[in-house]
């Protein structure tokens, strides 16, 4: 079956008919049922591939996480495909396992036209690596590694956020913070780098001193790092009353730890994440949180996609894009809330 049979069916133009396909906003009711019905009794099929070849469009875009069983990234998935099928466009996940190895992985497979553009995030591609992003199809980058790249960049407000989580607790009477991160406070540009600047400006601009250990590394975002952490913090016998955690999922964990060395929160220690992800409100006691507005920044990310396909091959490009997210505080029953 062929569109001109449904056209033909239908009683209509195969304009018409294609414009149905397409989910055009412009056209009448009893017009797309009447085509709908056709399409179904003739059991007609579209051609993928064949529009494809003809539009130099496959209709799906990349996205590209460290890991996809991470609650984050599975939230932050489903707000994209949301996102993306307001555009008409379907997602392909890949998972990078948080190496850059994987990142040029994905990036491998939009050069051999398997998506039309790419949102990857960013874990192991460094400033070095800015010259592998000089592609002739769209990229956004989500993430904190690369900020003077040629590709648009959508990120989380990392300092900002950490700065008001810890001043939340610092609200709520805390005076002794520690702060559960990825343990890279040096040079490099990365999520744990930049919380820890928000969580240190906090702490200075409360008058309140940074005391080195209480700053306790985990050498990976899980709960089981975070639980780990934590029983590391209590036995290490440095007094604390107040808990930051680089994610919400570290976070979880850090609850758990806690409470297998019998310290209760939030009555002696108050905990706070960073992401806002839906099991936070769930755990007992429900998580603090920052939440980075997931919705916000999956539709920009994809905005920014489209417009990029949409100017693609014009000689005239638009400059390079940043966007930070807005961030808000969400209060529970682990600080106090």
């Given at each position: 079956?062929?569109?001109?049979?449904?056209?033909?069916?239908?009683?209509?133009?195969?304009?018409?008919?294609?414009?149905?396909?397409?989910?055009?906003?412009?056209?009448?009711?009893?017009?797309?049922?009447?085509?709908?019905?056709?399409?179904?009794?003739?059991?007609?099929?579209?051609?993928?591939?064949?529009?494809?070849?003809?539009?130099?469009?496959?209709?799906?875009?990349?996205?590209?996480?460290?890991?996809?069983?991470?609650?984050?990234?599975?939230?932050?998935?489903?707000?994209?495909?949301?996102?993306?099928?307001?555009?008409?466009?379907?997602?392909?996940?890949?998972?990078?396992?948080?190496?850059?190895?994987?990142?040029?992985?994905?990036?491998?497979?939009?050069?051999?036209?398997?998506?039309?553009?790419?949102?990857?995030?960013?874990?192991?591609?460094?400033?070095?690596?800015?010259?592998?992003?000089?592609?002739?199809?769209?990229?956004?980058?989500?993430?904190?590694?690369?900020?003077?790249?040629?590709?648009?960049?959508?990120?989380?407000?990392?300092?900002?956020?950490?700065?008001?989580?810890?001043?939340?607790?610092?609200?709520?009477?805390?005076?002794?913070?520690?702060?559960?991160?990825?343990g890279a406070q040096g040079d490099?540009?990365?999520?744990?780098?930049?919380?820890?600047?928000?969580?240190?400006?906090?702490?200075?601009?409360?008058?309140?001193?940074?005391?080195?250990?209480?700053?306790?590394?985990?050498?990976?975002?899980?709960?089981?790092?975070?639980?780990?952490?934590?029983?590391?913090?209590?036995?290490?016998g440095a007094d604390f009353d107040?808990?930051?955690?680089?994610?919400?999922?570290?976070?979880?964990?850090?609850?758990?730890?806690?409470?297998?060395?019998?310290?209760?929160?939030?009555?002696?220690?108050?905990?706070?994440?960073?992401?806002?992800?839906?099991?936070?409100?769930?755990?007992?006691?429900?998580?603090?949180?920052?939440?980075?507005?997931?919705?916000?920044?999956?539709?920009?990310?994809?905005?920014?996609?489209?417009?990029?396909?949409?100017?693609?091959?014009?000689?005239?490009?638009?400059?390079?894009?940043?966007?930070?997210?807005?961030?808000?505080?969400?209060?529970?029953?682990?600080?106090?809330?």
């Open positions: 079956m062929t569109i001109q049979d449904v056209a033909r069916a239908a009683g209509v133009s195969a304009m018409t008919v294609s414009h149905v396909i397409n989910d055009h906003p412009h056209v009448k009711s009893e017009t797309r049922e009447r085509v709908l019905r056709a399409i179904a009794d003739l059991d007609y099929r579209v051609n993928v591939a064949a529009r494809n070849l003809r539009t130099g469009r496959t209709g799906t875009i990349g996205l590209a996480v460290p890991e996809v069983d991470r609650p984050y990234y599975g939230q932050l998935a489903a707000e994209i495909i949301i996102a993306a099928a307001r555009h008409n466009l379907k997602v392909a996940i890949e998972q990078t396992g948080a190496s850059r190895e994987g990142e040029l992985d994905a990036l491998a497979l939009s050069r051999n036209r398997l998506y039309d553009g790419l949102i990857l995030s960013t874990v192991g591609l460094g400033p070095a690596d800015t010259d592998l992003l000089k592609v002739d199809y769209p990229i956004v980058i989500l993430g904190e590694r690369i900020f003077d790249g040629p590709v648009d960049h959508v990120a989380m407000p990392n300092v900002e956020g950490a700065r008001a989580a810890t001043a939340h607790l610092i609200e709520r009477g805390c005076r002794r913070i520690a702060l559960i991160d990825g490099e540009v990365n999520v744990s780098s930049l919380r820890y600047t928000g969580y240190r400006q906090a702490l200075e601009e409360a008058g309140l001193a940074l005391d080195p250990r209480l700053v306790a590394p985990t050498e990976q975002f899980t709960m089981a790092g975070g639980a780990t952490a934590a029983r590391r913090l209590a036995d290490g107040g808990v930051f955690c680089v994610t919400d999922t570290v976070a979880i964990g850090v609850l758990r730890g806690l409470a297998d060395r019998g310290v209760r929160v939030p009555d002696q220690v108050k905990v706070i994440g960073f992401d806002n992800i839906a099991e936070g409100a769930y755990s007992v006691p429900s998580l603090s949180s920052i939440d980075p507005d997931h919705p916000l920044m999956a539709g920009t990310a994809v905005d920014l996609l489209v417009s990029r396909l949409a100017r693609k091959g014009k000689q005239k490009q638009v400059a390079v894009r940043e966007f930070v997210s807005r961030f808000s505080v969400v209060a529970r029953e682990s600080t106090g809330g």
